[in-house]
Every structure is written in structure tokens, then in C-alpha cells.
């Protein structure tokens, strides 16, 4: 079995400030460690489990966060940015995914550091009715290649909203409970190690009797973007394909889901050179 790693960070293990996530900020050293801790928990059960092929994509910041030299010899690292699939680079490969160290959407109550794709810009993002966040956009553009997602680690929010998203079938691994943006009720890093262990046992059995869910949509694929500030939605608006709808939205419609995802991640990288 080939497994599939997306790993971000602020759902990881005793993470719950902007400055434990942000390069150059002096508590960094502990997000890539617990960002680590949470990472190597599950690919340690995989390689327990018989699992032949790990691929870790490192998917937060600048995606240099993880270290290659602490990693099993076994494991295949994709490192740095950018990359055409972002989060989920390197994803056809694997007969499976797991997003681990995940965080809520923007505007979730209780939620460690939720934001959707940027801190500064995203208000909202909606696709074919749905508001998703990063979980489901990775997890559409997953479904679209015909790859499930078997679990979801991070914060009790995001683990609801993945659930909400994906079915009960899913299998979520809350490691915090947020208090509010920044701040949250924390479990010791033994017993989280303990909890994604047991997680990625029931996710690699629900990827072999293939009962893993795959989040399917029909097209076309409507999508928008609700962004903070108009002057974000100024910039945005020039990426083909792109309709003003008021002064902070833009929509979008698309038959392929490389190009809903391909919109998404240009809007938000253009909304966020512009200063407000
Ligand atoms: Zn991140």
C-alpha cells in the first residue's frame, strides 16, 4: 500500500500561536518539532502496519519545515515550494491519503489558527454551495484524481468540519480542543502519539476494504471567493475567468477540477501581495 501524507502544521500537537507556525519567529523551532512529532507518529504506524511506500508532502509556509535526515530511509520527502498541486503534490502515486496536522476554515469558532489558503485574505471560500476550507479543496481536487482521503489529525474543528464534509466513514484524529483562535486545551505528545497511532491503524484497514470515502462533485464546478478587503478582490480580478460579484467577491465557473483549483490558489496568491 502506498500512503499519501499531506502535513501541515497549526493542527499539530501543542500548537495553538501564529508565532509557533511563522519562519523567523523565535518559537518556530517548536512548530516544525511538534509538526514533526505528529508526522513521524503516523508514518511509524504505516511502516509498522507493512505500509511499502510513505510520500510526505511537507504543505505549510514554505513547505521546508520537515527534515529529511530524521526521517525513516524509506520515506519520500517532497519538500519546498512552489509546486503545481501545492498541498497535495505528489498525491497520484498513493492508493490513499491522510491530511495531518490540519486546521479549520476561516471564520470556524474555536478553532487553532483557522484561515483557508492565506492568513490575510480569505473570508470565505465556496464551491458548488459548499464552504470549504483547505480540508475540502485538497480533498476535491484528491476525489478528482480518484484518491481517498482515510483520515484527518488536527484540532477538534477541523475534525468536525472534515466529518461534516466526508462522511463518517473518515476517520478523525482530534489532538486539541481550541479554546479560541489562539489557544486550546492540549494533550501531552505521548498520549497524541498514542491516539494517531491507533488512527492510522483504522484508516490503513479502511483504505484496504476500500470503504475509505473519496469526495466526489458533479460539474460544473462553481466557485467564489470572499475576500477581506475590496482592494484584495481589485487585484484578484484580473486571473482569467473571474466574475465580480460585489466589492469583496469574486465567482468562477469550471468543467476540470485542476482548474478550480488552479483559480483558487491565483486569486489568493495574487489577493495577497496587496497591501490594505
Ligand atoms: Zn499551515
Not at 148 to 168: I, K, Q, Y
Amino acid at each position: 500500500m502506498r500512503i499519501f501524507i499531506s502535513a501541515d502544521m497549526e493542527g499539530a500537537t501543542g500548537i495553538v500561536n501564529p508565532e509557533q507556525v511563522r519562519h523567523g519567529s523565535g518559537e518556530y523551532y517548536f512548530g516544525r518539532k511538534m509538526q514533526a512529532h505528529d508526522v513521524m507518529a503516523v508514518v511509524q504506524a504505516c511502516l509498522d502496519m507493512g505500509a511499502e511506500e510513505i510520500i510526505v508532502n511537507d504543505a505549510h509556509g514554505r513547505m521546508i519545515n520537515l527534515d529529511i535526515e530524521s526521517m525513516p530511509r524509506s520515506v519520500h520527502l517532497i519538500s519546498g515550494f512552489p509546486k503545481i498541486l501545492e498541498m497535495v503534490e505528489g498525491v497520484e502515486e498513493s492508493d490513499g491519503v491522510f491530511f495531518v496536522a490540519y486546521h479549520a476554515m476561516a471564520g470556524t469558532e474555536k478553532a487553532v489558527l483557522d484561515h483557508t489558503f492565506s492568513d490575510s485574505c480569505v473570508h470565505d471560500l465556496t464551491l458548488n454551495g459548499w464552504r470549504i476550507g483547505e480540508t475540502g479543496l485538497n480533498a476535491f481536487l484528491c476525489g478528482a484524481l480518484g484518491k481517498p482521503v482515510a483520515m484527518v489529525t488536527g484540532d477538534v474543528a477541523v475534525c468536525l468540519e472534515a466529518r461534516s464534509l466526508l462522511g463518517e466513514t473518515l476517520v478523525t484524529c482530534p489532538i486539541k480542543e481550541g479554546r479560541g483562535r489562539s489557544s486550546a486545551e492540549l494533550l501531552h505528545p505521548d498520549i497524541t502519539a498514542e491516539l494517531l497511532r491507533a488512527a492510522t491503524e483504522e484508516a490503513l484497514n479502511i483504505i484496504d476494504k476500500k470503504s475509505a470515502p473519496i469526495f466526489r462533485l458533479s460539474p460544473p464546478y462553481e466557485v467564489s471567493v470572499t475576500f477581506n478587503y475590496t482592494v484584495q478582490c481589485d487585484a484578484a480580478s484580473v486571473v482569467p475567468g473571474s466574475e465580480r460579484c460585489s466589492g469583496r467577491m469574486l465567482r468562477s465557473a469550471w468543467s476540470d477540477p485542476m482548474d478550480v483549483y488552479r483559480w483558487v490558489v491565483s486569486v489568493v496568491e495574487i489577493a495577497s501581495t496587496v497591501r490594505w
